[in-house]
Each structure stands twice: as C-alpha cells, then as structure tokens.
C-alpha cells in the first residue's frame, strides 16, 4: 500500500502563498495519479487538483483554478501543490490521495490518503 505524507501547511495571511508537499512511498507503481482534497469543518470533502504520475497531465476545479497550481517530481516520489492568493475560505485540512484509476478527476477514484496538514488563511 502506497504512504503519504503531508507537509507546509500553516497560518497565513490573506492574500499570500503557500506550497504543499506531498511525499509517496511504500508501493508506487500502482499509482495512476496523486490529487489534492481539502475539507473544511462541517463541509464535504472537495477535490481540489489531480495530476497523472505518467503524463503529467493535471485537473482543477473551478474553485481553485487561476490561484492553485498542482505539479509533481517523480524522482522525488513528491507532489506539490502552490497556492497562491489565499484567501480565508481556504482555510481548511489539506489531503493528498493517490488513483489507481484513471478516472482521477472523480474523487471517488482516489482511495489512499495521507493525514492531512491544517492551512489557516487570516483575514
């Protein structure tokens, strides 16, 4: 089973940036995709980007499309997600999830996911 870990969340004030990293291991080869989910208290969970480990091809949702920018290294087994003009309801827990489908823009084809890292966006 692949692991994911999360990482550079934290408090920021609106309008700044942020960049998320999330480092795989364990077994990768499966992987179609890696996305990123964020939820925020009393929400649904909402998939934000999605990128194809192969091709690099990358999804976004309208939310999120302009400001959110998902890339990946597969040298480094890592993918990140930039966020830039944060705004306060983008505050939330962030995940990222691997596919092993190759429907990676519908959420339902995410099925392993890592523990999450808090983004707090003041206004």
């Known amino acids: 089973q692949v692991q994911l870990v999360e990482s550079g969340g934290g408090l920021v004030q609106a309008g700044g940036s942020l960049r998320l990293s999330c480092a795989a291991s364990g077994r990768t080869s499966s992987t179609y995709a890696i996305g990123w989910f964020r939820q925020a208290p009393g929400s649904e969970r909402e998939l934000l980007a999605g990128v194809g480990w192969a091709d690099g091809d990358t999804y976004y949702t309208d939310s999120v499309k302009g400001r959110f920018t998902i890339s990946r290294d597969n040298a480094k087994n890592t993918v990140y997600l930039q966020m830039n003009s944060l705004k306060p309801e983008d505050t939330a827990i962030y995940y990222c999830?691997?596919?092993?489908?190759?429907?990676?823009?519908?959420?339902?084809?995410?099925?392993?996911w890592g523990q999450g890292t808090q983004v707090t966006v003041s206004a």
């Open positions: 999830a691997a596919a092993n489908t190759h429907y990676y823009t519908d959420p339902y084809a995410y099925a392993h």
